[in-house]
């Protein structure tokens, strides 16, 4: 009798347990994800990364059902966050810059490309920078890293901004190629693969602007500060999701070229190529973290236009703890074995 209770207290028990495990499994796959609007600033090849975290299902990975948007610029985009309609805009550095000077509770929260991979793009007929004097260039919107390079593209030629050559604010950088075949302008500032698009019609490169090895934060990450303060956690999680991802590209070119493809609305595979060839490979960061040296690039430049930028601490712009934290305990790391 004895044996027959003690037999029935242990199936009991594992009962209970198998029982209990069952509920918890079921409780842990019902647990809804974090829902998320995030944006894009432009239709570039280095705006992929949140593209393929959806596509490759890492966002859910990490608790999160993100939607991402495509804005026309990083002006946009800004606004959008701001307004809270987004919680995390893939943008560049100078924007973020120039809203938090203005008293945007803005914060960069990592940087992905650390200089600037744009192209100055004109017309056929102009073969000397010098050509240049009295036309115009096209860039996306004032105060974006398309803004900027045209600027650091025409004083690298000894051309003065605005007076020697006109700047013109012409939308989103997939307008600027046929405002280009229009003469509306006569040069654009490019990314890829729109760079590898106005060759193809028969457009010069004037400068590949990334030849002067400037530290810059291009392209990067940023958040409200509310959001930094009030939920650390969901920041921690939208960041591992964007290592995660930049690992993925690098490390698988055919999916990545196919999500490419499909945000970038182009099946041109020598365009799709050299996008994958110019960030996977050569220029997304392994490790985004921000820095003192890419900020303050951005503030002297910035302080050319707006003299609230000048003196200004690059730490103030930017927080590293969370890209510095997946550094620290292993996990970027544990990407790539």
């Known amino acids: 009798m004895k044996r027959i209770f003690k037999e029935l207290f242990w199936f009991n028990c594992i009962f209970i347990l198998v029982l209990s495990t069952a509920r918890f499994s079921q409780s842990a796959e019902t647990v809804p ?8 600033t432009s239709l570039s090849g280095s705006m992929a990364v949140p ?3 959806r596509e490759a299902g890492i966002f859910k990975k990490h608790g999160l059902e993100v939607e991402v948007i495509a804005t026309p610029s990083g002006v946009e985009g800004m606004n959008a966050l701001i307004a809270g309609e987004i919680t995390f805009l893939q943008i560049a ?16 929260i990592g940087t992905t490309i650390g200089t600037l991979v744009l192209n100055l793009m004109v017309r056929p007929e102009i073969e000397k920078p010098e050509q240049l004097r009295g036309k115009s260039i096209g860039i996306s919107r004032f105060g974006t890293t398309i803004d900027t390079g045209a ?5 690298h030629f000894g051309l003065v901004p605005e007076k020697d050559v006109s700047i013109i604010q012409i939308g989103g950088m997939e307008s600027i190629v046929p405002a280009m075949s229009g003469n509306r302008i006569q040069g654009g500032i490019l990314s890829y693969p729109a760079t590898g698009r106005a060759k193809q019609l028969g457009f010069r490169e004037l400068l590949d602007i990334s030849s002067l090895n400037m530290p810059y934060a291009s392209t990067g990450i940023t958040t409200r500060g509310e959001v930094i303060r009030k939920e650390p956690d969901l920041v921690r999680r939208y ?5 995660e991802a930049i690992a993925r590209m690098k490390r698988d070119r055919p999916f990545t ?4 493809s499909k945000f970038l609305r182009t099946t041109d595979n020598e365009q799709l190529s050299e996008a994958y060839d110019i960030y996977a490979n050569k220029y997304l960061a392994k490790v985004p973290l921000p820095t003192v040296e890419a900020m303050r690039a951005v503030l002297e430049e910035l302080e050319l236009r707006n003299p609230k930028a000048k003196g200004q601490d690059p730490r103030r712009f930017f927080d590293d703890r969370f890209v510095r934290e997946l550094q620290s305990n292993g996990f970027i790391d544990a990407l790539y074995r």
């Open 93 to 108: 550095g100078a924007t973020t810059a120039s809203a938090a000077v203005g008293g945007a509770d803005v914060v960069v």
């Open 151 to 155: 600027r650091v593209a025409l004083r």
């Open 257 to 260: 070229i196919g999500v490419m």
């Open 239 to 243: 960041m591992s999701a964007q290592v």
């Open 51 to 53: 593209w393929l975290a």
């Open 33 to 40: 994800l974090r829902k998320l609007r995030v944006a894009i």
